[in-house]
Nanobody, 121 residues
Framework: QVQLVESGGGLVQAGGSLRLSCAAS????????MGWYRQAPGKQRELVAHISSGGSTQYADNAKGRFTISRDIAKNTAYLQMNSLKPEDTAVYYC???????????????WGQGTQVTVSS
């Protein structure tokens, strides 16, 4: 019912930048929150950044000052601008959205397929 397409991952040197995109499509009535999570090998998935329907943002401590989350409401798209990347940022990054699907009474959350970010030292 809802599809998420992520893009923008890749290989970058330490200190470099990447911009991730997450486009949501399908039977969307409204989108509440959108967020980015990441999972490194052998570690649990963790929140990186989150943006509410009102535009309020939340960041993990290790993302503050380096990453910026934003959204284009008209395009149902979230972005994650990542600057000053470090090798420890290497992970699979997942998009998450909380939506109301058309015809359904409650919120549901959906996950993207993940995009690999690799930061070399």
């Amino acid at each position: 019912q809802v599809q998420l397409v992520e893009s923008g991952g890749g290989l970058v040197q330490a200190g470099g930048s990447l911009r991730l995109s997450c486009a949501a499509s399908g039977s969307i009535f409204s989108i509440n929150a959108m967020g980015w999570y990441r999972q490194a090998p052998g570690k649990q998935r963790e929140l990186v950044a989150h943006i509410s329907s009102g535009g309020s943002t939340q960041y993990a401590d290790n993302a503050k000052g380096r990453f910026t989350i934003s959204r284009d409401i008209a395009k149902n798209t979230a972005y994650l601008q990542m600057n000053s990347l470090k090798p420890e940022d290497t992970a699979v990054y997942y998009c998450n959205v909380v939506v109301v699907v058309a015809g359904e009474p409650t919120w549901s959350d959906y996950w993207g397929q993940g995009t690999q970010v690799t930061v070399s030292s």
